[in-house]
């Protein structure tokens, strides 16, 4: 028979992901411990003595413990826990501590309206067995007896998301409790269970489901054969980020959906590397700008300095002596087509023939305005405006 505990069931409803890491891969994800669950743990734990022993509850009741000695105490244990979170701000555990002693606040206004009433039980334990194909087991924050002898179990929530009462009946966890409470703790009907928020001071209840039994076999079967079917195939197991499940989530730092929060470090290492990077880019473009600017008089420069000698017909080495001008066209056209084999000076040419276009015929004008290589257009000779 397979055996589950009820915080992994409720791990699987909540995020399949964590359930993993949890779980099925601890080697490669290594929980962090973070705030928010030194302070689930620190606040269960001081309810749970709260009610440990029947002549301390009588102190609170008297007045002997006041909540001040109770707050001052959490307070100390709580410097002593959260200073082992060496990433932890002295913010956020100042915020935290605050969470904590307003959890203790409110959750002592809620017992003294009880009159201090003692639970059944704190944290109780229980084992059953689900049709005898799963054993499942857990631990119940508390079950109180009321006045009118109808049984409560309560599950403390450390968050400030709420759930609503018609959650609480459909709620996995909740109908594990209540069946785990009738067969194996108290043998007795449970008539509410839910939810107590200290941070809100608020009770959310709700009849249980009537059908537990069998909605904790199907959830059970439903998680059972989909961790078979995967096995260890990480993509397989989807993550569904709650705030208030992700809050006391040990693996955010290798969830996709958080780890941005986690690129701080990498950041900082890289950043000098990549501001020289971006400085020397900046430079560069300056430059080039700077070059492009100086090319462009250059090549009017040309254009003009071609213009006024007449030597555009740079190629045409039968022309005749005056055709010319002074210059040697072979000997320039040796020295501009260096640059660049003279592709980028041809459009110096071509613009001065199209400036100069209504001095040719129009099959040359034709030429000049669709020619793409240098050759169509050095046939060409430059002639001056009659
Ligand atoms: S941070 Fe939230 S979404 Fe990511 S693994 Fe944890 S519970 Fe799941």
């Known amino acids: 028979m397979k055996t589950y505990t009820v915080s992994k069931l409720n791990e699987w409803n909540q995020c399949q992901l964590k359930y993993y890491s949890h779980h099925l891969e601890r080697e490669f994800w290594e929980s962090e411990t973070t705030l928010e669950n030194i302070l689930g743990r620190l606040i269960h734990t001081f309810f749970k003595n709260f009610y440990a022993k029947s002549e301390t509850t009588l102190q609170f009741k008297k007045g002997i413990i006041t909540l001040d000695d109770w707050k001052n105490s959490f307070a100390d244990k709580w410097q002593e826990e959260a200073a082992v979170i060496e990433i932890a701000t002295a913010k956020d555990i100042a915020i935290k501590l605050d969470k904590g002693l307003l ?31 799963f054993k499942i087991k857990g631990s119940i924050d508390r079950i109180d007896e009321e006045l009118d002898g109808t049984i409560t179990i309560i599950d403390y929530k450390i968050t400030d998301y709420l759930k609503t009462a018609q959650q609480a009946q459909s709620d996995a966890q909740l109908a594990v409790y209540a069946y785990g409470c009738e067969q194996d703790i108290l043998h007795r009907k449970v008539n509410k269970v839910g939810w107590f928020y200290p941070t809100k001071q608020l009770d959310v209840f709700n009849e249980p489901s009537t059908e537990a039994q069998s909605e904790i076999l199907s959830a059970l079967l439903e998680m059972d054969t989909a961790i078979e079917n995967r096995g260890l195939n990480k993509n397989l197991y989807k993550y569904s980020p709650s705030t208030g499940f992700c809050d006391f989530c040990g693996y955010r730092s290798k969830c996709p959906e958080y780890t941005h929060e986690y690129w701080h470090e990498k950041e900082n290492s890289n950043k000098d590397e990549i501001k020289e990077m971006v400085e020397r880019a900046y430079k560069l473009n300056e430059q080039k700008k700077e070059i492009e600017t100086e090319l462009t008089e250059l090549k009017n420069q040309i254009k003009s300095f071609m213009l006024e000698n007449n030597v555009m017909n740079l190629e045409n080495a039968k022309l005749q002596p005056q055709e010319r001008g002074n210059y040697a066209p072979i000997g320039l056209w040796e020295i501009i087509r260096q640059l660049d084999n003279g592709h980028d000076f041809i459009d110096i040419k071509k613009l001065a023939l199209k400036e100069n276009l209504e001095s040719f015929s129009l099959e040359e004008q034709k030429i000049i305005n669709n020619s793409y290589t240098p050759k169509t257009i050095y046939s060409l000779t430059w002639k001056k405006l009659k």
């Open 103 to 133: 959890c203790l606040e409110n959750f002592h206004k809620r017992e003294q309206k009880r009159d201090f009433k003692l639970p059944l039980f704190t944290e109780k334990s229980f084992s059953v067995n689900i049709d005898g194909l």
